[in-house]
């Protein structure tokens, strides 16, 4: 296992090495899985823009990356450890750290370079993989930085492919859907410290449940229990 004390050092690779990365992404997902992508149309020309999607997959990033055939700065959890058949794809890539539990200001800064550069900025708002296939509470990260940089947010709902790194090892190409919503935001946060609180925990589940309209019924979790 890949310690945090690596992983915080990452930063995303160059943005021509991800362009090529991209193609690599495409050429795996054609072989080694079925994969169906809607709503590409929903997809800005250029940048800056955020895409926020569920994570049930260790290999959801390749699926993200198939998805939009564009290159994108992750944020990734620097918080945890990395098994090391994984860190290939870390290496390869790269991305930008983010502290869970913690926004540190190289993490802002790192997002705001993405804006800058009119990039697109891929997160996984709810903070690290779901084991069990089902959405979870959002994290406020994709609200708090959509409004400092005065970005949209574009949701996305990747599915299928729980058990794909298993399946392809079994010779099984999985089948995943992904499917690209609408764009939202961005937002503005006004008012005291507990008022901007309030408003991104509002906001992070407009975006939550944006996602899961875009997810069959079994994998909405935070939601179902919510709506009991």
Not at 8 to 22: A, S
Not at 75 to 88: G, K, P, T, Y
Not at 149 to 171: H, K, L, Q, R, S
């Amino acid at each position: 296992m890949v310690g945090p004390d690596i992983i915080k050092k990452i930063r995303p690779r160059p943005k021509w090495i991800r362009q090529k990365v991209g193609y690599f992404a495409l050429l795996v997902g054609a072989l080694f899985a079925k994969i169906k992508v809607s709503g590409r149309w929903h997809l800005p020309r250029n940048g800056p823009y955020i895409i926020a999607s569920n994570h049930f997959s260790y290999v959801d990033p390749a699926f993200f990356k198939y998805a939009v055939q564009k290159p994108i700065s992750f944020l990734a959890a620097s918080d945890r450890e990395i098994e090391n058949h994984f860190m290939w794809f870390v290496y390869l890539y790269g991305f930008i750290p983010i502290n869970r539990k913690h926004l540190a200001p190289s993490t802002i800064k790192l997002s705001k370079e993405v804006f800058k550069n009119k990039d697109i900025l891929g997160i996984f708002p709810e903070g690290g993989q779901s084991m069990d296939a089902k959405l979870k509470d959002p994290k406020n990260g994709a609200v708090f930085l959509s409004s400092i940089g005065n970005v949209p947010i574009i949701p996305m709902a990747i599915y299928g492919g729980e058990t794909a790194w298993e399946d392809i090892f079994n010779g099984i190409r999985p089948s995943v859907r992904i499917n690209i919503g609408k764009s939202f935001g961005p937002f503005a946060l006004n008012g005291s410290k507990l008022e901007r609180q309030e408003q991104m925990e509002k906001n992070g589940y407009e975006m939550i449940t944006r996602i899961a309209a875009l997810l069959p019924e079994r994998y909405h979790g935070c939601l179902l229990y919510t709506s009991d």
